[in-house]
């Protein structure tokens, strides 16, 4: 007796597995993390930058201050010393060289008492910006 159908089966199973694809994932992933991380270095050094330019607005300010200050004390002296050396030309004590020297030391300190408002107000408006209370066009 020999059997009527044959025990032989065939058959076949695909299997598809994207072994590259997650490679490129990986690489994906961390070219991300790696641009996020590059990122939070900027903003870091924004943020010391700022601190930075805050930091020196405000040391300039001060500084200019103190000069303006300092300035303003010496301008009242070459007042002072002009209108002494006015009342001794008048009275002959002094001649007509100690007058214009008093005169040239009076103009030469509110020259440079007007340079340090300046320098001051500038100082002033440069903290501002720096610290974003005022925006440039």
């Known amino acids: 007796a020999t059997p009527a159908s044959s025990d032989k089966w065939s058959g076949?199973?695909?299997?598809?597995?994207?072994?590259?694809?997650?490679?490129?994932?990986?690489?994906?992933?961390g070219a991300a993390r790696a641009q996020m991380r590059q990122q939070q270095l900027n903003s870091?050094?924004?943020?010391?930058?700022a601190r930075r330019e805050i930091k020196e607005a405000y040391l300039s300010m001060r500084s200019s201050a103190r000069r303006r200050m300092i300035l303003r004390k010496a301008l009242k002296y070459a007042q002072l010393d002009y209108d002494l050396a006015v009342q001794?030309?008048?009275?002959?004590?002094?001649?007509n060289l100690d007058a214009l020297t008093a005169i040239q030391d009076l103009i030469a300190a509110q020259s440079a008492y007007v340079q340090a408002v300046y320098d001051h107000r500038r100082a002033y408006d440069r903290l501002l910006v720096a610290a974003g209370e005022v925006k440039l066009d």
């Open 44 to 49: 870091a050094l924004v943020e010391r930058s």
């Open 88 to 95: 001794d030309y008048k009275r002959s004590v002094v001649d």
């Open 12 to 29: 076949s199973l695909v299997f598809n597995v994207p072994l590259f694809e997650g490679t490129t994932v990986l690489g994906e992933v």
